[in-house]
């Protein structure tokens, strides 16, 4: 059975919620137009046209913190993580597992949200996105969360988020050719994680499991400006004792890097999953294939990124591991 580790879905209830509250009424016409985004009948019969194939649920973008107060978006999360919970009860063949919404503009909430959502309905672990209402996630305000998420063992799904009010110049108002998703969530995705690494998160919790997606971003392909380049950390700086930061980390910085797992969502990459697999290894690796946000609202993504893994030059085992083997075991499925 291949688990695709990393799927997105509205859940109806929630979905109506969030159009009352979204301020940005823009993106709804494109949800409307993909089905198996909000449509569980649809999602599923997506699903039985690949046989042996499951999905695990994630909310999609944006963020309940991106919609909602602190005041409005505890309700937010807590509609979304119910109703996931009844899908999965509902249709254990199609939904094993899901992953739970979390308020991180209420760092509390947020903490006592994982608790609910682990023990009373069966999360399998928290998505988080890679800045909170453009604040980084190693503040000391959010470590709780990361911190309650080790407690449970279980799984942070690092999702980027960057929209085109980020530009890309100074000069500039905003991000023009849909620049901020095609580069901007990359780059974002690979700044949190190195906010993650230097805040020493993981010497302060090593049993922290962070799922990167789209297969840990930039990192694997700058792998010589991570490793030989963040080795010299602090000879480019005058105003900063990064030098003294570097000394005290007890590894170099690719090894931290290199104890994040990561994803397969790179919609048909041959070559980037290459890369990525390379540097993560085969046993950190989940088969995920971002579904339904294809051209074709959800079958191309599935069958591109199934097409790639079959095309590895892997053992069988380490196919299996990465179709489910290693989800499986993350999630404690």
């Not at 597992?97 to 979390?102: C, H, P, R, V």
């Not at 530009?167 to 780059?187: A, N």
């Not at 993981?202 to 080795?231: C, Q, S, Y």
């Not at 950390?233 to 910085?253: V, W």
Request: glycine fraction near 6%; include cysteine.
């Amino acid at each position: 059975m291949r688990l695709d580790a990393y799927t997105h879905l509205f859940p109806m209830r929630y979905f109506e919620r969030l159009q009352e509250l979204v301020t940005n009424k823009g993106p709804i016409k494109r949800w409307l137009n993909i089905p198996a985004l909000w449509d569980v009948d649809a999602r599923r019969r997506l699903i039985d046209g690949f046989g042996d194939y499951q999905q695990v649920l994630a909310n999609s973008m944006p963020a309940v913190e991106f919609v909602a107060g602190p005041d409005k978006s505890p309700e937010l999360a807590r509609i979304a993580n119910d109703e996931f919970a009844e899908l999965v009860v509902k249709y254990p063949d199609h939904f094993p597992a899901f992953i739970a919404s979390l308020p991180m503009n209420n760092p509390e909430a947020a903490v006592a949200e994982i608790d609910r959502a682990v023990v009373k309905l069966g999360a399998r672990g928290a998505q988080i996105f890679t800045n909170v209402n453009d604040r980084p996630l190693d503040l000391p305000e959010f470590f709780p969360v990361f911190e309650a998420m080790a407690r449970h063992d279980l799984p942070v799904f690092l999702h980027p988020a960057r929209g085109a009010n980020f530009p890309d110049y100074k000069t500039e108002t905003k991000s023009k050719y849909e620049i901020w998703w095609t580069f901007g969530w990359p780059y974002e995705t690979s700044a949190a994680m190195s906010h993650i690494v230097f805040s020493k998160m993981f010497e302060k919790l090593p049993n922290l499991k962070i799922i990167t997606h789209h297969l840990g971003a930039m990192i694997p392909f700058f792998e010589g400006r991570v490793g030989p380049g963040w080795d010299q950390l602090g000879t480019r700086t005058e105003d900063e004792d990064y030098e003294g930061l570097l000394k005290s980390m007890k590894k170099r910085p690719i090894d931290y890097f290199r104890m994040f797992y990561a994803d397969t969502a790179l919609f048909g990459s041959l070559a980037g999953t290459e890369c990525g697999l390379k540097f993560f290894g085969p046993e950190r690796c989940v088969f995920a294939s971002d579904c339904p946000f294809d051209p074709e609202g959800g079958p191309m993504y599935i069958r591109e990124t199934m097409r790639v893994i079959d095309a590895l030059d892997i053992s069988a085992a380490d196919r299996a591991a990465i179709y489910s083997g290693n989800a499986r075991a993350l999630l404690k499925l």
